[in-house]
T-cell receptor, first 111, second 114 residues
Framework: GQQLNQSPQSMFIQEGEDVSMNCTSS?????WLWYKQDPGEGPVLLIA?????ELTSNGRLTAQFGITRKDSFLNISASIPSDVGIYFC???????????FGGGTRLMVKP | EAGVAQSPRYKIIEKRQSVAFWCNPI?????LYWYQQILGQGPKLLIQ????????DSQLPKDRFSAERLKGVDSTLKIQPAKLEDSAVYLC????????????FGPGTRLTVL
């Protein structure tokens, strides 16, 4: 089946540092999404990307839809302690297809 | 606006027992999803409903899992009998009609099978 490979699996950074994580696949997707999941909660949508090459920001978060349609990255600038959590990429080929999730990147921020 | 509600939040059972989870989606959301999230992995879709009809259940282990959404609002997911590998968080999500709309997730039910 389709798989999304997320890296790194975990990151431990100092508060104030910038963070970058990415998601790759051997298959083409037409929608890429980035979610954050806090302990004991469900994932919450951060950014949605619908067009190859698209670069979208949401506050300190910036995500890009790769031009090949097989990858995406998420950057977080000037990290703060509340950025701690697990970040998931997700993608689908078209509106009728199921959403496939990556394995997640666990982010830990040291104050 | 109230979010997606799920109950129970935690459940511990022994293998071969049965268990059921309940989900109440956001009011007005026609599409409802059940996901399985095994520890250390991303969520995996089990079944998608549009109103009270099944849209996709291709990844639902139908020999032991069943789900229903009889009145097109709340939904139940049942496992009978449970296996050790069913230990996971079961997430319910809902969206406005059509799977291209944002999915809003509930807090999940954490199932432990001993």
């Amino acid at each position: 089946g389709q798989q999304l490979n997320q890296s790194p699996q975990s990151m431990f950074i100092q508060e104030g540092e910038d963070v970058s994580m990415n998601c790759t696949s051997s298959s083409i997707f037409n929608t890429w999404l980035w979610y954050k999941q806090d302990p004991g909660e469900g994932p919450v949508l951060l950014i949605a990307l619908y067009k190859a090459g698209e670069l979208t920001s949401n506050g300190r978060l910036t995500a890009q839809f790769g031009i090949t349609r097989k990858d995406s990255f998420l950057n977080i600038s000037a990290s703060i302690p509340s950025d701690v959590g697990i970040y998931f990429c997700a993608a689908k080929y078209n509106a009728g297809n199921m959403l496939t999730f990556g394995g997640g990147t666990r982010l830990m921020v040291k104050p | 606006e109230a979010g997606v509600a799920q109950s129970p939040r935690y459940k511990i059972i022994e293998k071969r027992q049965s268990v059921a989870f309940w989900c109440n989606p956001i009011s007005g959301h026609a599409t409802l999803y059940w996901y399985q999230q095994i520890l250390g992995q991303g969520p995996k879709l089990l079944i998608q409903f549009q109103n009270n009809g099944v849209v996709d259940d291709s990844q639902l282990p139908k020999d032991r899992f069943s789900a229903e959404r009889l009145k097109g609002v709340d939904s139940t997911l049942k496992i009978q009998p449970a296996k050790l590998e069913d230990s996971a968080v079961y997430l319910c999500a809902s969206s406005l009609q059509g799977s291209n709309n944002e999915q809003f997730f509930g807090p999940g039910t954490r199932l432990t099978v001993l």
